[in-house]
């Protein structure tokens, strides 16, 4: 005969070992939060157990009720944790349903009859056929794990089922072998045994399922990083392939570079040949042909800068930079020089000239952004409107501010103002090609400086140069350059 204080406590000691363990492993894995449901059905059949292994032999009626049913919420949390890991719809509801109707009915037995054990134990066996039959459900219906795993926790399951079933067709068939005993007696010592290994082949299969679940996991994102993988690899072969097609075009782009530079210096040196001819030819030549000639040997001059220094791809920024100490004073009679050999130097206004002390520069890119600007901003005035020019320093920027009262920029067009080849829509038919201002900010960014164009109160246009002071210094009497430091 089997002694059944032995088996609780034997069942007692595995259930709470193995909750244990499934506290443990839902530590270890606290994104898988069925796990927590799991490790909780386990503690709550071990506190049962444990209420089991306390009673004495005259247990109140509250004792009964209490520890029979901190044993059914295990199986509930169980069936609802394993519905909840596999995916399938969640059981919770059914359970609670059952362990309502299973607490009034317990209840309402212990009060009327506490000596019909019979009673109790029907109602146990339905309880357990239902939950029982909802974690078999919920694995025949799951895809997730292996069919070897499933037909084995469904046979372990049928199986109490099957002990619960015969333990009720016993008590009916034997009546009298149960009749006045208690439920703890070594006669149902044989339900507690089968329910020990219940509960151990249970626990290892739940094991394997998570052991599964964890494997099949980490082959998903083997498979997602093999995939980035051989999409990164992919992205970089085009973006390898694309570098070689940059570098393709570049080499062709200095190509063609080469040949436009040579072809435009072929024109050029025969411009400035015809010029000198005749400067040479006249020698008795008005004023006005006098300030036509340097003019056009002026042009041409400042062509052939522009050549040297954005045609030339041979060249690299450093030796492109000419470094010496702006005078501002000089600065502005060249660029009014500059108007007046064209005729339209009486419409500049220089409003404030400011000396600047230890500013050092590109001063030819400086005088080629400023007449840029002034160009634009007399082209696009009216022929009897002034263009006003501002140099002054202040919050360590040398400032230019080239200001007109033409057609100004529309807003929409005012952030793409600036872009190679692109021009406002309201300039019409007057000549350009949207180069000038593109010029500028590429030559100031050699500077570290920028321009800002706004709208001018009353029309037209402001366009501000802002330079970082003190400006650039040459290094080692060479033509590279850095950005002075303070």
């Known amino acids: 005969m089997l002694d059944l204080k032995t088996l609780l406590l034997l069942e007692f000691c595995t259930t709470t070992l193995q909750a244990i363990a499934w506290v443990l492993v839902w530590m270890s894995w606290r994104h898988l939060y069925e796990l927590k449901v799991i490790a909780a059905g386990f503690v709550a059949i071990a506190l049962g ?241 006098t300030k036509r000639l340097r003019s056009i040997d002026d042009a041409v001059s400042r062509m052939t800068m522009l050549i040297d220094r954005f045609l030339s791809t041979e060249r690299q920024v450093e030796g492109v930079l000419k470094v010496e100490q702006l005078d501002i004073g000089e600065l502005t009679q060249d660029i009014q020089r500059h108007f007046d050999q064209v005729g339209l130097g009486d419409r500049l206004h220089f409003t404030t000239v400011e000396a600047v002390s230890d500013y050092w520069a590109d001063v030819e890119m400086l005088r080629t952004v400023i007449v840029n600007l002034i160009d634009n901003a007399l082209k696009y005035s009216a022929d009897d409107k002034p263009v006003e020019i501002a140099i002054s320093a202040r919050n360590k920027l040398l400032i230019m501010e080239v200001s007109d009262r033409g057609i100004g920029i529309p807003e929409g067009a005012l952030s793409h103002v600036g872009r190679r080849f692109f021009r406002a829509p309201n300039t019409g038919k007057t000549a350009g090609n949207g180069l000038g201002l593109h010029t500028c900010r590429q030559l100031l960014g050699y500077h570290r400086g920028a321009v800002n164009l706004k709208a001018r109160s009353g029309g037209g246009t402001v366009a501000t140069v802002m330079l970082p002071m003190p400006g650039l210094v040459p290094m080692n009497d060479t033509e590279r350059w850095e950005e002075k430091t303070a």
């Open 49 to 289: 157990l444990l209420l089991l292994l306390q009673r004495g032999q005259e247990a109140s009626a509250l004792r009964i009720v209490l520890d029979n049913m901190m044993i059914k919420i295990g199986l509930v949390l169980l069936a609802d944790g394993m519905a909840r890991f596999l995916g399938q719809p969640r059981c919770l509801r059914i359970g609670v349903f059952c362990l309502a109707a299973h607490l009034v009915f317990w209840v309402t037995a212990v009060a009327l009859a506490p000596e019909r054990l019979e009673l109790r134990i029907h109602a146990s066996t339905a309880f357990t056929v239902v939950m029982m039959g909802v974690m078999i459900k919920t694995l025949y219906m799951d895809r997730t794990q292996p069919p070897f795993l499933r037909w084995i926790t469904i046979a372990l399951l049928g199986e109490y089922v099957g002990a619960s079933l015969l333990q009720s067709f016993l008590l009916y068939w034997y009546p009298d072998t149960f009749a006045h005993g208690a439920l703890l007696s070594n006669v149902n010592a044989w339900y507690f045994f089968q329910g020990h290994l219940f509960i151990v082949g249970f626990f290892i299969c739940l094991l394997f399922m998570v052991g599964m679940r964890l494997s099949n996991d980490l082959r998903d994102r083997n498979s997602a990083l093999a995939r980035e993988v051989a999409e990164r690899r992919r992205l970089e072969g085009e973006l390898s392939a694309s570098l070689d097609a940059e570098k393709a075009a570049r080499e062709e782009q200095r190509q063609l570079i080469r040949m436009v530079s040579h072809e435009f210096r072929t024109p050029l040196a025969g411009i400035r040949y015809a010029s000198e001819m005749l400067e040479m030819m006249l020698k008795r030549r008005s004023e006005a042909v």
